[in-house]
């Protein structure tokens, strides 16, 4: 039912209504409805007119300090997709210490409580719902320290440890000593680690690609090719160095100590033999010499698929002239695809 009555409003009241208006294609009926409804719900949360007045008019929202750094573009908001893809494909790639900084400001950061609460306000304030705590008994020049995270995502966690323990590597003089992992949670111990030496473990643990990175990134068309080409037939390729190659070319028996030299910069007599072995391991396997060698105390045993005979004496011979250049003697059995080389002695 409608009901018509005759109101009075001054223009002060029409140039407020003017938004209103605008809405209803100039129904001022329609306009005043609307007031009315607002002015219902102003009065049921504050009571009164003048009251619903005097609190809209000095009602601010207090921004958070993330919402502020968004304002003012220091900080970007991601969709939670895009933002575990980055994490995702950027694992292994250490943060730079200007960004970790900058996220973790040494200047304002003193002590490890100070870290703990920091950084906690962070996870919360991001929505990655993960819980850090950092136990030490020195709380400014910690000897020690464990970090643990938990949470539900793994690249979250990977991410908060981090950005915590290389906060503690740069600041504090630390390093990783133990890694523990669970299902929802990862624990690391950390520890003092020698003046003037570089946290190696914490570098591997968090920059196991950046050496790698570096190289695709500086020579990819190389690299994006030499993938191709290795997929392409299943990785079933030799690699050798150059002056290997050029030595089998000339058919002379090629030793190829170049390529140890050059990895543990010594000459190959003189590098640790446990240390030749482990290096010896790791790049024929990946040269794909071989296919796999197994090293044991007092020998190794080289596992191949060379099908004819002659190409597994040579190989044979082969191996026994590189230890023999490293300054031990093994003597050695063979078969259809098995080496076995038995440690003799060592000169010196």
């Known amino acids: 039912m409608v009901i018509r009555r005759n109101i009075s409003l001054e223009s002060a009241h029409i140039k407020k209504l003017e ?6 294609e100039g129904n001022l009926s329609a306009a005043i409805r609307d007031a009315v409804d607002v002015a219902e719900i102003a009065l049921h949360r504050y009571g009164s ?21 968004i304002e003012t573009g220091k900080n970007v908001m991601l969709s939670s997709p895009i933002f575990l893809w980055a994490l995702k494909w950027t694992k292994g790639i250490p943060l730079d210490k200007v960004i970790i900084d900058e996220m973790l400001d040494p200047l304002k950061i003193k002590t490890i409580s100070e870290l703990d609460k920091y950084i906690n306000g962070i996870s919360r304030e991001s929505g990655w719902n993960c819980e850090v705590s950092i136990f030490c008994m020195d709380d400014i020049s910690p000897a020690t320290a464990t970090v643990t995270i938990a949470g539900d995502n793994e690249l979250y966690r990977n991410f908060l440890a981090q950005l915590v323990v290389m906060f503690l590597v740069h600041n504090k003089g630390l390093d990783i000593d133990v890694v523990h992992r669970r299902a929802t949670s990862v624990r690391i111990d950390l520890k ?3 003046e003037g030496t570089q946290p190696e473990a914490a570098n591997n643990h968090f920059g196991y690609l950046k050496d790698a990175i570096h190289e695709f990134m500086s020579k990819n068309e190389f690299w994006r090719n030499l993938i191709e080409i290795y997929s392409s037939v299943n990785y079933n390729i030799v690699s050798l ?8 070319l000339a058919c002379n028996t090629p030793l190829d100590a170049i390529i140890f030299e050059s990895i543990s910069k010594k000459h190959i007599s003189s ?8 290096l010896l391991k790791k790049t024929h396997e990946s040269q794909m010499l071989i296919d796999k060698i197994e090293l044991f105390d ?6 191949h698929n060379y099908k004819n005979e ?3 004496q040579k190989i044979r011979d082969y191996y026994i002239s590189l230890l023999k250049a490293n300054g031990h003697e093994y003597e050695a059995k063979y078969s259809t695809s098995l080496i076995v080389l038995n ?4 000169k010196g």
């Open 192 to 194: 003092k680690r020698e």
């Open 19 to 24: 938004p209103l208006t605008k809405k209803h």
């Open 241 to 248: 160095h150059k002056d290997h190659y050029e030595d089998i």
């Open 49 to 69: 007119i003048e009251n619903a007045i005097s609190s809209i008019a000095t009602e601010q929202k207090d921004l958070t300090a993330r919402e502020k750094s």
């Open 298 to 303: 007092n020998g190794l045993n080289i596992y």
């Open 310 to 312: 002659k190409a597994a």
């Open 271 to 278: 590098i640790p033999h446990r240390d030749f072995l482990n």
């Open 343 to 346: 440690h003799i002695c060592c």
